[in-house]
């Protein structure tokens, strides 16, 4: 039995199995299958096994990232009777999905709004200085055009959040995003809600809009509606003719959804938010504790599927029956949840990811904005979201049990406490009862996750991936102890990329180690430093080289040029040559890459990364070969 015969196995197995393979191809640090059925593989077990970096899905490709021995994982894999141009029959679809319905709600919703996190953040924080305007710049500023267009501003991602939402579910449920605008856009249209009154029929079935009135701000109806979009294009798609595809589609997907949102998603909305409000209603009658307990416990929950606006109605009734409201008081700190658990996880992480979300989250929830926090951090995390609904339930039903009054509908966040002020008596009670509960809501939160583990989301594996290649490929790694920093030159020309803004998830997300990226303008690649070659694919695409300092250095000529075949590509080098810095080791035809519809732009990468204390990229915009690339720091 050989050293990768179990791995190849194992992957075989959770891809579905040799009948769900078509092909299987690799370049330098991935396997590249061809799948019957993709949601036969069990990806989540596949990212999670050792020996593997993650899993990709692009270009057609259900692609498991191995890392430098990958030709001995391929051989393996094949030794299991799969052939590079296996003909297997089609298996038929399977229905089964791997994860609970928490799992499936979670990773959907975290990527449907990742995408935009940093835009949301924004938003929150220009609401929350709107906020400070009004409170401490008078009637003045509050009527300044500066306010006004500020106030618009923070404003507008969120009332039109659909829109946003539309564009991402229909990339994640892979229909025309156009389509998919054109849905929210009919949700969204101006006045629709004062045209749709009580006995407003379509078809004989009621046209009806949540009990908000209308869509704004919503997130579970949009999803839905170009979900259910998304299933009948691809059903006109298989049977109209495709001269008329480019029109009749979107016509025909968007003459039927549209309706079908209005006369079910609506109904639909308004149906489970009168249950919702007889359910609070009951429990408030019995205990105002047990009520304040289960409303701040859930109040995240119930914003992310939109039914949280049943409160408004029930609070604002309440206060003009009795002067002053309670139901909704619970409803008002869950913000706060979000701040203490953001704040452990900020000093505890080791992930940059999560503090270039994570700051601008945190400032947004002290503002009552946790759209940020929870979709792109506690909830993918899933621990400290659970943690932030217990400490959510803590402080509403303390607020319960002393019954703390509101007397106006003000302000979220930092910004509620004037409405707990008795405009009758002055009395300043219901303002101390608001600061005891954001108190609890802050440290439970911190607490609490702070004594947990913080789960990763960007690398989920509880060790950097490049370790585990190391262990299982049995490679000795070492550094020179009494060296301080190691300078990695720029094996190219061209112009500087972050690699977070490469298009290929494995090398966007780090999977692979820390590095940076280069748009070539010339097509040469050197030696950015001396060494050894230890890998070298034969497709010329790619290198591997391992200094005389002990860092690991991937080149990557181009995002899917393994295709290629090598066409274009002309090698100076072989696998275990000693190299010197400033060699030629490849040149690469750069336009026939470019004129074949492939992204040239190389990563250079860091592969055995954990073994520095950081790595430092250059802040230049372009470089030349033989420039000042990246700084190891050991």
């Not at 219901?430 to 702070?450: D, E, P, W």
């Not at 500087?496 to 097509?523: K, N, Q, W, Y």
Request: net charge negative; aromatic share 10%; charged share 15%.
């Amino acid at each position: 039995m050989g050293k990768y015969t179990e791995l190849a196995k194992d992957i075989v197995e959770k891809v579905g199995g040799t009948e769900n393979i078509k092909d299987v191809r690799h370049c330098i640090t991935r396997l590249r299958f061809r799948l019957n059925n993709v949601s036969k593989a069990d990806t989540d077990y596949l990212k999670q096994r050792e020996g593997i970096v993650t899993v990709v899905e692009a270009g057609g490709q259900y692609q498991v990232v191995i890392g430098n021995h990958v030709p001995e994982v391929y051989e393996e894999v094949l030794a299991r009777g799969i052939s590079t141009d296996n003909e297997s029959n089609n298996s038929s679809s399977d229905s089964s999905s791997n994860g609970n319905l928490f799992d499936k709600f979670v990773d959907l919703m975290s990527s449907l709004f990742q995408p935009f996190l940093g835009a949301l953040a924004a938003a929150g924080i220009i609401k929350g200085i709107v906020a400070l305007l009004g409170v401490f710049g008078g009637e003045q500023i509050s009527e300044s055009g500066l306010y006004i267009v500020l106030n618009a501003t923070g404003d507008a991602f969120f009332q039109y959040l659909p829109i946003v939402l539309a564009l991402t579910a229909a990339a994640k449920f892979k229909m025309n995003k156009f389509t998919a605008v054109g849905v929210a856009g009919a949700m969204l249209y101006p006045g629709i809600g004062e045209q749709i009154v009580d006995g407003v029929s379509l078809l004989g079935l009621p046209v009806a809009l949540p009990s908000a009135g209308n869509y704004y701000q919503t997130v579970i109806p949009i999803i839905l509606a170009v979900w259910v979009a998304s299933i009948i294009e691809k059903w006109i798609k298989s049977w109209m003719p495709d001269v008329l595809k480019l029109f009749a589609v979107p016509f025909i997907t968007l003459i039927l959804t549209v309706p079908a949102t209005f006369v079910a998603v609506g109904p639909a909305a308004n149906f489970l938010s009168d249950l919702l409000a007889t359910f609070f209603t009951t429990i408030y009658d019995f205990s105002p504790t047990i009520y304040g307990a289960i409303l701040g416990g859930s109040w995240q929950v119930l914003v992310m599927f939109g039914m949280h606006w049943v409160f408004v109605p029930m609070a604002i009734n309440q206060l003009a029956v009795q002067g002053a409201f309670s139901m909704f008081t619970p409803a008002v700190l869950p913000n706060f949840t979000q701040t203490g658990a953001l704040g452990a996880i900020m000093l505890k992480t080791k992930e940059k990811k999560v503090k270039q979300v994570g700051g601008p989250a945190l400032i947004s929830s002290l503002f009552g904005v946790t759209e940020p926090a929870i979709y792109g951090v506690t909830l993918p995390m899933k621990t400290p979201f659970i943690i932030s609904c217990i400490s959510g339930a803590i402080q509403g039903a303390y607020l319960g049990f002393f019954n703390v009054l509101g007397y106006t509908m003000g302000g979220l966040g930092i910004f509620a406490y004037p409405s707990f002020v008795d405009p009758e008596t002055g009395n300043l009670s219901g303002v101390y009862h608001m600061l005891i509960a954001t108190v609890i809501a802050i440290v439970v939160s911190f607490a609490l996750t702070y004594i947990t583990k913080v789960p990763k989301i960007f690398d989920k594996q509880d060790s950097n991936p490049t370790d585990q290649l190391k262990q299982e490929s049995g490679v000795k790694y070492s550094t020179n102890s009494n060296l301080k920093q190691e300078i990695i030159a720029s094996p190219l020309t061209g112009k500087i990329v972050r690699l977070d803004d490469v298009s290929d998830e494995v090398f966007a997300s780090r999977a692979m180690g820390d590095g940076i990226a280069i748009l070539p303008t010339e097509g040469k690649v050197f030696a950015p430093t001396n060494g050894t070659v230890e890998t070298l694919f034969k497709t010329g695409h790619a290198i591997g080289i391992k200094s005389d300092n002990g860092a690991e250095i991937l080149i990557h000529i181009g995002i899917d040029t393994v295709q290629l075949d090598g066409e274009g590509f002309e090698t100076h080098v072989s696998k275990n040559d000693r190299v010197e810095a400033g060699q030629l080791l490849i040149d690469f035809d750069l336009e026939s890459v470019k004129e074949q519809g492939y992204d040239s732009i190389t990563p250079i990468i860091i592969t055995n990364s954990s073994n520095y204390t950081d790595i430092l990229p250059t802040n230049s915009e372009k470089v030349e070969n033989g420039d000042y690339l990246i700084d190891i720091i050991i």
